[in-house]
């Protein structure tokens, strides 16, 4: 069991939905997968040239819609989309994402400050969407964010972990939940994540655009599930040279 933002949770493994090719799909990795978060652009929220439905009418009632603030440029849109958000979702939890810039998509780490001051004095359970920057985890730390989301690589580039140095900091130094956000591309990366000690990893295109979205789900699901157990069993230590996995001595003589 795991608990974060007021709600205990079975999987670590949180799903975006926004290049899944059918809603549908939704409620398969919620049973078959175990998914239980699902992060919701709010603007994909209703119907659209893709999809004739809306999202929200695919989420089984029992799972937790992470309204994303994606698509804002400053903390003023960031705080208007999550308000909206909840309007429309009747959820308090919120992914904090800004990014002024189209080519790379990094956070905007001044403007996500912003943003989650004013959302968790409206009561919001906040999840900021951040570069892996110590000091700045520690300030939404101390404001009052529920966890920080800090990217493994760019998003949608599948790069996986490229910055374990970085990461590493956050994760043994702060005492909210760290979830890895983007760059994950394969289930590898989703459990190197967890042996590091991550709390949880957020993942979208790796599995909305793969060619069976659910059995991707499910595959990250168990990589997960495999790379916590090992962090929580202790991961052996790294050798120099061979160590023999049998014994050197009492050979038969003779």
Known sequence: ???????????????????????????????????????VAVRRIGPNTKHTKNVLEYIPKDAIIMVNTSGAQDHKEAV???????????????????????????????????ACEILVKEGFKVFPYIYPDLNLAKELEQIGVEAVMPLGSPIGTNKGIGCEVLLK????????PVII????GRPSHAAKAMEMGADAVLINTAI?????????????SKAVEAGRLAFEVGLLKEYEYAQASSPLEDFITG
């Not at 956000?181 to 994950?184: L, T």
Request: hydrophobic fraction near 40%; aromatic fraction near 10%; glycine fraction near 8%.
């Open 169 to 176: 900091p956050i994760i043994n130094e702060i005492k909210i």
């Open 80 to 114: 208007k989309i999550a308000m909206i958000g909840r309007e429309l979702t009747n959820s308090n939890w919120v992914k904090v994402e800004i990014e002024k810039d189209t080519k790379y998509l990094f956070p905007d780490s001044i403007e996500t400050l912003k």
């Open 1 to 39: 069991m795991f608990e974060i933002g007021g709600k205990t949770l079975k999987s670590r493994l949180f799903v975006g939905t926004g290049k899944l090719p059918d809603y549908s799909l939704i409620e398969k990795m919620y049973y078959e997968a175990g998914v239980e978060v699902f992060a």
């Open 208 to 220: 909305t655009t793969s060619s069976d979205p659910v059995k991707m789900a499910l595959a990250f």
């Open 181 to 184: 956000d983007a760059g994950i």
